[in-house]
């Protein structure tokens, strides 16, 4: 079967850009946007004072352009100044829930490589947060994509399982969720947890603030299927769109420096005529694509600008 697969990528500022999308329709968004006073050499910072009053337009466009069952995926971290974590994210969240988003879960980015340090009040800071954010409470959601091994715990564990554990134990916090651990017993595979253990990426794509291609893979997999649209607003190296692509998703993304959309252009044809594959196919792709990445450099990239707009 014979599918095409669009990616599109605007140069410029998201505020602006994202007006050119329609309504309702993107499955996906995954981003992260430059942090409060961080990166001021590459490009740019807003003061953490004015982060929400930033960003609150920038949302207010996703929120029209998300489907109602689609999915926002947030990756922020508030940074420590004058010896207190700021407090611009939690400030953005209650702003970004009375504009109309349901803040669904966070997960946690626990960065395997965090470099050693010495701080004298606090310990080197090894995880990110990536915020979930929706539109209604039933969004699309592919569980099952994502499931990992059962593991040495079930050896364990589920051998030696107590009374309770072989009937529906209701949480004793009346959260009315429960769990019946004897269910689990002949399988090999579980649900995972909030928490991707994920390495950052080695420094190599000529762009200070990376995802690693797992991290967009995860999600993808999590909350969208073929032929489906991911967004990234804050394109930088373009690592959603060129997972997403790989992945045999629609992508846009936008990003305000036209060194990135010059280097994401050259990576991606804007229409790629794809032939569906056996399972498996995107892994292989992935390590081949990694291999490369890690052992070439990139060639100088030219300042010409580039726009679909
Ligand atoms: C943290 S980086 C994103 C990195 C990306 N996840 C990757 O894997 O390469 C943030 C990006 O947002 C872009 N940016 C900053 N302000 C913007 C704006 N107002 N509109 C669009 N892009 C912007 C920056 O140029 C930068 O590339």
Same mark, same amino acid.
């Not at 564990?157 to 399982?161: D, E, G, S």
């Given at each position: 079967m014979k599918m095409e697969i669009m990616t599109n990528i605007f140069l410029g500022d998201s505020k602006e850009k994202l007006k050119l999308l329609s309504d309702n329709s993107i499955d996906l968004i995954v981003t992260s946007p430059?942090?409060?006073?961080?990166?001021k050499n590459t490009y740019g910072g807003i003061p953490p004072d004015k982060y929400v009053d930033w960003f609150l337009p920038i949302s207010k466009q996703l929120l029209r352009v998300l489907s109602p069952t689609g999915t926002f995926i947030l990756n922020i971290k508030e940074k420590v100044m004058e010896g207190e974590r700021s407090t611009y994210v939690m400030e953005l969240i209650i702003a970004m829930r009375k504009q109309g !988003?349901? !803040?669904?879960e966070e997960f946690i980015w626990?960065?395997?490589n965090s470099y050693p340090g010495k701080w004298p009040n606090r310990f080197r800071d090894s995880w990110e947060r990536l915020l979930q954010f929706n539109k209604q409470k039933h969004f699309n959601m592919y569980q099952e994509k994502v499931m990992v091994p059962m593991g040495s715990w079930a050896k364990t564990?589920?051998?030696?399982?107590s009374d309770t554990d072989k009937i529906r134990d209701n949480s004793k916090v009346g959260s009315g969720f429960g769990k019946n651990?004897?269910? !689990?017993?002949?399988?090999?595979k579980a649900y995972p947890t909030n928490v991707l253990h994920l390495a950052t990426e080695?420094?190599?794509?000529?762009?200070?603030a990376t995802f690693p291609e797992e991290l967009p893979e995860w999600f993808i997999k999590l909350f969208t299927k073929e032929n489906d649209t991911v967004l990234d607003?804050?394109?930088?190296?373009?690592t959603t769109l060129i997972v997403a692509n790989k992945m045999k998703r629609n992508s846009i993304g936008i990003d305000i420096v036209p060194e990135y959309i010059e280097m994401v252009r050259k990576q991606l044809r804007p229409v790629e005529i794809h032939f569906l594959e056996p399972k498996g196919t995107y892994e292989k792709i992935k390590s081949e694509r990694r291999n490369a990445v890690c052992r070439a450099k990139y060639r100088n990239i030219s300042s010409k600008t580039y726009s679909k707009s």
């Open positions: 430059p942090y409060a006073d961080q990166r !988003w349901l !803040w669904t626990h960065k395997k564990r589920l051998k030696k399982l651990i004897s269910n !689990w017993l002949e399988r090999d080695c420094n190599n794509k000529n762009h200070s607003p804050f394109m930088g190296s373009g």
